[in-house]
């Protein structure tokens, strides 16, 4: 295989220098590091990054394919096609481990995940309710909560003055119903904190079974966006 010092910079010796399942399976498929790559390749690990990075920003311009020669590639656009007749979206958070960021940097501990107390960084899916992937937002560290994620977005703003479409979540997007006249539906909120009634755990435990029944296919979208 040829070697990088043969290849002009920019993005053209990136898609030269690497086939592009390499870039994808390598890393985020198959959790394969920078470091093992540069020795498949026999080159540096510094390029290896790079090449994923300019690969990442090429995958990212494409957008998601919904119908032929039709993709959405901004939050603007996803809105607009969910509000074409209120269709229904669902929108999750998924991580992926990173390593730790170096010792000094003043916001290392913002990559710790307080869900799985590893370093990590956090991105936001909205996909239809069939599960296809409509948009991936970029990434966060790895501390920033749901709720605090949608708004930098821009997600509260437009649902708020936008078409009428559904928006399901689970319960760390508990109060952008409100902030968005009901179009974000979350799983229904106990109202005992203890000793509630027989019947009421009933049929509070029917109702999330049928809004998590609902909302199950964006694991769907997240599984075939890392696999």
């Known amino acids: 295989m040829q070697r990088f010092a043969e290849f002009e910079f920019g993005v053209p010796w990136v898609m030269a220098f690497f086939h592009q399942d390499w870039i994808h399976d390598g890393p985020l498929h198959n959790g394969t590091t920078h470091g093992v790559l540069a020795c498949w390749v026999g080159v540096d690990r510094s390029t290896i990054t790079r090449a994923i990075g300019e690969v990442r920003l090429l995958l990212a311009q494409r957008g998601c394919t919904i119908a032929p020669d039709v993709r959405l590639r901004t939050l603007a656009e996803v809105t607009e096609y969910l509000g074409v007749g209120g269709r229904t979206g669902i929108i999750d958070g998924t991580e992926i481990r990173m390593r730790r960021p170096a010792a ?32 991936c937002s970029p990434v966060r560290p790895g501390s920033c909560a749901d709720i605090t994620q949608a708004p930098q977005l821009g997600m509260v703003q437009r649902l708020a003055g936008g078409p009428l ?32 009634p027989a019947w009421y755990e009933e049929r509070h435990e029917q109702q999330r079974k049928v809004h998590s029944s609902r909302r199950i296919r964006v694991e769907h979208g997240i599984a075939h966006l890392k696999n």
């Open 104 to 135: 000094g940097r003043k916001d290392r501990d913002k990559f710790v995940s307080g869900k799985t107390k590893q370093n990590a960084v956090k991105s936001r899916v909205l996909t239809d309710a069939e599960g296809r992937m409509l948009f």
């Open 165 to 196: 479409m559904e928006i399901l979540a689970d319960a760390g997007y508990q109060g952008m119903g409100a902030q968005t006249g009901g179009q974000v539906v979350t799983p229904p909120h106990c109202k005992f904190k203890k000793n509630a």
